[in-house]
């Protein structure tokens, strides 16, 4: 076992730990920040797979924007902790529990199968190169310049619809 | 091979992240959080993205998760406005309740 | 001057009906009066045009193709016309009578109708006028077949013309309905006989039939059973006949033109067109010649005992009908087309001349309410004599000849000869005393009707006197076509003129040794002895004694007296034999198949339908996690149908 694999999943094991914390608090506010410290490690497998520039996007604007609305908006609204429900009908979490085992499993076989088998590759970059910011900005700005203008008018969209959707109403 | 590392633990860790995101979001109640569970996952696919261009060698990995997380940061914002609305509505945030469409 | 093509014989009514129909009600009772007329007239003029180059030439048989109708396979009809001796001899009777007859309808019909009810009366009275003269001059069966249910629906249009009253409407719905079974077996005739000879041309059937009789006799049984039924219907013979005394309740020229002279006549015409196909079927011939008997003297018995005049012409139009069948039956083809003739011209004469006292008499037929209308009526009286005296057989009237024709040819047929004999000759005298019994009533003695009736009798106006008054010279001379051989060798025109029409069939020669003279004169004098005395015993009883005698025997047997007057209740038969069956039998299908059984199963389907979605509408919850449960479901499904798949 390399270091760098080593590296590798301890990082892999903390973003899952602190993801399984997530999904179990019930406090959103320790939810939110338990995603936080995921998104961290995780940032840090990104570093691991040559890519990062996408790491520090992470850190930046998910951990550091996406997260950090979301705690704005609990706090905003006073959200509480999740009282229980005397829910009548389990059906839903028993389904739901059934599923995503069942779910589990099958990612599990397939990629016991031919999950990690790749195709011959024709053109294949190497490891010195792929981390490269300045490759990335070039692709972006060239090959896929229209994605680019596509999502900057998405994100408009967004802001507009965000915007709309969440003013109060005026009083006639 | 990415490096040294096997693609296969990059798939297993991106598998089990998204089975907790989708446990999540199946089994809470409360909205934040199954919005949260929804990040999670999505998340776990930007690593599967990542591990595989990687081992590929090719550059397209990245640029798809640069899209995904800009469009992810969109999202979020517009959910969340969302919800703000519909919490001045309701003054609740458990899904089970906001039940309107019910037959 | 070129000759007129044959298809114009029949198109020139065919334009008369749609003009009158397109155009008549806005223009007028004169302006439809003149293109009915006209175009039965134009057409008698055409016909004749054909007939007397026809008549004075060789005799040989015309085709003359117009289009190419049908051409499939092993199937091609053609429209043609044929002219030959028998077609000639129809066309020669036809188109004047038709003539007369709507000149007649002019005065009858002028205060019966509206302006639009007279130009549809005139219309229909054309089309009926082409159907006829396509059955009559078509060279194949199917095209016969055409005129055969054409004139089946002008008789459905022209008996239900006052359509408003229940009584009439249903006697043209029976018309058609019995006319159909009858035409179901023309049907079944035609199916067999394209089977058999591969072809409905008459040149080429006859021609098979006759050049190789042993081939084709065995299914020529059925064939011709088969359309022996449809020349029942459509000629009234039992058991077919209930239509046509119901019948009565069209307009009196209609009466006239498709009930007695023309239409009911296209079965023995039929009978005879197809006369080397059936006398390769002996029985059926028998069979033939027993049924038109029977009918005869049936028709005959139901007569004396009816009170309605147009319903005595009726039952005496199935007699007169039966005797041309037997005719044909008995192998003597020629005797019954000429009979078909001469009763054409006398037959059209009596309903004419009932329609005219129907007039005077404003619309009563019943004869009980008649009397002594001689002295106001002359013209109308001298012409219904001629023609009573002409079907009861009287010489030198027209009737005689051919009725005494008919008896003799049926004495001299080797099987059941003498019985067919004996019983035309009674019917013959059951005739002579019923149709003298009507005019002894009508005519004669003391008017029995009402003060009103009194002051409105009066004799017709002259569109309608004329037509009598022809047909009448008609009943008296036009039975000199067919004098018998006793008369000499060359007496007889109509025979020889007809014969190309029977040709010999090879193997199939008839032994037709002629009768020697002494017992034809015997037979003459017999029959005119039985119609003498016919005749005496009517006037004695009803002209003399005011009716005594008859209402004595009717009343010493009552019961027997009611069956007879009720037409031995046979309608009510077929009521309950056939019609409260079908009845029961449409009702069953209507209430059980239709809407319980098929709407059942529509509604079911949409109840299901209905339920299904009852029972679905529970997935929406309106739960957002229940939906995104099922998509997830979904996918694993996709999962496992992806990686199950290899």
């Known amino acids: 076992m390399s270091a760098g694999r080593l590296a590798f999943d301890a990082f892999a094991l903390v973003a899952v730990v602190f993801a399984g914390l997530m999904v179990a608090g019930k406090d959103p506010i320790k939810s939110v920040l338990a995603l936080v410290v995921s998104f961290f490690a995780l940032a840090a497998t990104y570093v691991m797979v040559l890519s990062p520039f996408i790491a520090g996007l992470q850190v930046i604007v998910y951990a550091g924007a996406i997260l950090v609305l979301f705690l704005f908006v609990i706090m905003l609204l006073n959200v509480g902790r999740e009282k229980p429900d005397g829910s009548r009908r389990p059906i839903q979490t028993v389904l739901g529990s059934l599923s995503v085992v069942v779910f589990a499993t099958l990612l599990l076989g397939m990629l016991r199968g031919s999950g990690a088998r790749l195709p011959p590759q024709a053109e294949a970059v190497g490891p010195e190169q792929l981390p490269d910011p300045a490759a990335i900005a070039r692709l972006l700005f060239s090959d896929y310049l229209l994605h680019f203008e596509a999502v900057s008018v998405l994100l408009l969209a967004a802001l507009v619809g965000a915007f709309v959707l969440a003013r109060r109403e005026e009083a006639p | 091979m990415i490096g040294t590392i096997p693609l296969s633990d990059v798939l297993l860790a991106s598998g089990a992240l998204f089975s907790i995101g989708i446990a999540g979001a199946l089994l809470r109640r409360n909205a934040i959080q199954i919005f949260l569970s929804i990040e999670l996952m999505m998340n776990a696919a930007n690593l599967a993205l990542l591990g595989y261009g990687a081992a590929l060698g090719t550059h397209q990995g990245q640029i798809i998760v640069f899209f995904v997380i800009a469009i992810a940061a969109a999202e979020a914002s517009v959910g969340l406005a969302i919800f703000v609305a519909l919490f001045r509505h309701t003054e609740t945030i458990d899904v089970n309740k906001i039940n309107l469409l019910k037959w | ?646």
């Not at chain 3, 007279?118 to 060279?139: I, Q, S």
């Not at chain 3, 029409?501 to 009768?515: Q, R, S, T």
């Not at chain 3, 209905?610 to 997830?632: C, H, I, K, P, S």
């Open chain 3, 1 to 646: 001057m070129t000759t007129p093509p044959l298809w114009l014989i029949p198109a020139i009514p065919l334009v008369g009906f749609a003009v009158n129909a397109l155009l008549g009600t806005r223009l007028g009772k004169s302006f439809v009066s003149a293109v009915g007329v006209g175009a039965a007239g134009l057409t008698t003029i055409v016909a004749y045009a054909r007939l007397i180059p026809f008549a004075s030439g060789s005799h040989a048989p015309v085709v003359e193709p117009l289009a190419s109708w049908i051409a499939v396979a092993n199937l091609s009809i053609d429209i043609s016309f044929r002219l030959d001796s028998l077609s000639a001899l129809m066309l020669f009777f036809v188109t004047f009578v038709a003539f007369l007859i709507h000149v007649y309808a002019i005065g009858y019909m002028h205060h019966e109708a509206t302006d639009a009810g007279y130009a549809r009366f005139f219309a229909y009275l054309n089309l009926f006028l082409f159907a006829m003269l396509t059955l009559v001059l078509g060279e194949s069966f199917l095209l016969m077949f055409v005129g055969w249910e054409g004139v089946g629906l002008c008789s459905y249009l022209l008996v239900g013309y006052y359509f408003d009253r229940a009584y009439a409407a249903a006697a043209g719905r029976k018309a058609f309905v019995v006319n159909r079974i009858g035409d179901y077996g023309f049907l079944l005739g035609m199916f067999g006989i394209f089977a058999a000879f591969g072809s409905l041309n008459y040149s080429e059937v006859f021609r098979k039939a006759a050049e190789h009789p042993a081939q084709y006799a065995p299914a020529l049984s059925i064939i011709c059973l088969c359309l022996f039924v449809g020349a029942m219907g459509k000629s009234a013979q039992v058991p077919l006949y209930v239509w046509l005394p119901d019948a009565m309740a069209g307009p009196t020229p209609v009466s006239a033109l498709i009930h007695a002279a023309t239409m009911v006549t296209a079965g023995v015409y039929m009978v005879s067109r197809c006369n080397v196909l059936f006398r390769l079927a002996p029985e059926v011939m028998l069979f033939v010649a027993c049924i038109g008997c029977f009918t005869a003297l049936f028709a005959g018995t139901i007569a004396i005992a009816q009170n309605d005049l147009k319903k005595v012409l009726a039952y005496s139009t199935i007699s007169q009908l039966g005797y041309m069948f037997l005719a044909c039956g008995v192998g003597a083809f020629p005797v019954g087309m000429f009979h078909v003739m001469t009763h054409a011209c006398f037959k059209a004469c009596l309903f004419l001349g009932a329609g005219s006292v129907m007039h005077a008499m404003a619309d009563d037929l019943d004869i009980r309410h008649m009397g002594g209308l001689k002295a106001k009526m002359p013209i109308t009286f001298w012409t219904f004599l001629a023609a009573t005296l002409a079907i009861s057989g009287i010489p030198p009237f027209a009737g005689f000849f051919s009725k005494d024709a008919i008896l003799s040819s049926a004495f001299e047929s080797p099987e059941l000869g003498k019985l067919l004999w004996f019983v035309g000759l009674f019917t013959a005298g059951l005739t002579a005393f019923y149709m003298y019994r009507i005019v002894s009533m009508t005519f004669f003695g003391q008017f029995r009707g009402t003060k009103e009736q009194a002051h409105h009798v009066h004799e017709a106006p002259a569109s309608m006197t004329f037509p009598l008054i022809v047909l009448g010279i008609l009943s008296v001379v036009v039975g000199f076509l067919g004098l018998p051989a006793v008369f000499g060798e060359h007496a007889n025109v109509i025979e020889p003129f007809l014969a190309p029409v029977f040709p010999p069939i090879a193997g199939h020669e008839g032994a037709h040794e002629a009768l020697p003279h002494a017992t034809e004169w015997l037979l003459m004098a017999v029959s005119v002895a039985v119609a003498a005395s016919g005749l005496t015993l009517a006037y004695q009883w009803y002209a003399r004694q005011g009716g005594r005698t008859p209402a004595r025997i009717a009343a010493s047997m009552p019961g027997a007296y009611a069956l007879v007057a009720d037409k031995f209740r046979i309608d009510e038969l077929y009521d309950f034999l056939f019609v409260r069956p079908y009845a029961w039998l449409a009702h069953v299908l209507w209430r059980v198949v239709d809407v319980l059984i098929i709407d059942g199963i529509l509604n079911a389907a949409a109840f299901l339908v209905e339920l299904a979605g009852d029972f679905l509408r529970f997935l929406q919850t309106g739960n957002v996690r229940n939906y995104a449960l099922t998509f997830f479901l979904g996918l694993i499904a996709l999962l496992l149908f992806v990686v199950g798949a290899p």
